[in-house]
C-alpha cells in the first residue's frame, strides 16, 4: 500500500497557493491521508480566517468518501436526511460542494486536497489543475451508475 509522503502533501499545498496567487487569489490548502488524518494546512497573507477549516473538511469528505466532493453533490441532494447525519460520523463533517479533490495514484486512494477562498468553480479549477499537473488521476467512477465514469 502506498502512502501520500510529506513531502508530497507539500508540494500539492506548494502548487495550489501558486495557481491560486495566478488567479489573485488568496486560498487555504489542505493535504490529509487516505484516512482523513491532517498532513498540511497552509493560510497565507490575506486569505480569510475560516478558510484553513473549510480546506480541511474539504480534504477529510473527498478522503474519507473516495470521490471529489463535487460528486457527491447528487447524493446529498436526493438523500439530505442521510447525508446530514454523515457529519455526526467521522472527525468532521462531509460536504457536497466543489473544491474537495480525492489524491489518486495507480487507482489507489492516497489522500484528499481542499482548497477555500475563491468561488468553488475557482477552488475546484486550482485543486483539478495541481492534481493534473503532478501527475494524480482525476477520473472517478460514478456510484450507482455501471460503467459511467464522474
Given at each position: 500500500?502506498?502512502k501520500l509522503?510529506?513531502?508530497?502533501?507539500?508540494?500539492?499545498?506548494?502548487?495550489?497557493?501558486?495557481?491560486?496567487?495566478?488567479?489573485?487569489?488568496?486560498?487555504?490548502?489542505?493535504?490529509?491521508?487516505?484516512?482523513?488524518?491532517?498532513?498540511?494546512?497552509?493560510?497565507?497573507d490575506?486569505a480569510?480566517?475560516?478558510?484553513p477549516?473549510?480546506?480541511?473538511?474539504?480534504?477529510?469528505?473527498?478522503?474519507v468518501?473516495?470521490?471529489?466532493?463535487?460528486?457527491?453533490k447528487?447524493?446529498?441532494?436526493?438523500?439530505?436526511g442521510?447525508?446530514?447525519?454523515?457529519?455526526?460520523?467521522?472527525a468532521?463533517p462531509?460536504?457536497?460542494?466543489?473544491?474537495?479533490?480525492?489524491?489518486?495514484?495507480d487507482?489507489?486512494?492516497?489522500?484528499?486536497?481542499?482548497?477555500?477562498?475563491g468561488?468553488?468553480?475557482?477552488?475546484?479549477?486550482?485543486?483539478d489543475?495541481?492534481?493534473?499537473?503532478?501527475?494524480?488521476e482525476l477520473?472517478?467512477?460514478?456510484?450507482?451508475?455501471?460503467?459511467?465514469?464522474?
Amino acid at each position: 500500500m502506498t502512502k501520500l509522503t510529506m513531502a508530497e502533501a507539500e508540494a500539492l499545498v506548494d502548487a495550489a497557493q501558486t495557481a491560486a496567487r495566478e488567479l489573485g487569489k488568496a486560498v487555504s490548502v489542505a493535504v490529509v491521508d487516505d484516512g482523513g488524518f491532517l498532513l498540511v494546512v497552509k493560510r497565507p497573507d490575506g486569505a480569510r480566517p475560516l478558510t484553513p477549516n473549510i480546506a480541511i473538511v474539504k480534504a477529510y469528505s473527498a478522503a474519507v468518501m473516495q470521490r471529489p466532493t463535487k460528486m457527491l453533490k447528487g447524493w446529498a441532494e436526493g438523500n439530505p436526511g442521510f447525508f446530514a447525519s454523515l457529519s455526526t460520523m467521522g472527525a468532521h463533517p462531509i460536504v457536497a460542494t466543489e473544491g474537495g479533490v480525492t489524491i489518486k495514484r495507480d487507482g489507489e486512494i492516497l489522500g484528499g486536497l481542499g482548497v477555500a477562498g475563491g468561488t468553488g468553480d475557482e477552488d475546484q479549477e486550482i485543486a483539478d489543475e495541481v492534481l493534473a499537473a503532478l501527475g494524480y488521476e482525476l477520473e472517478f467512477q460514478a456510484w450507482g451508475v455501471p460503467g459511467k465514469r464522474g
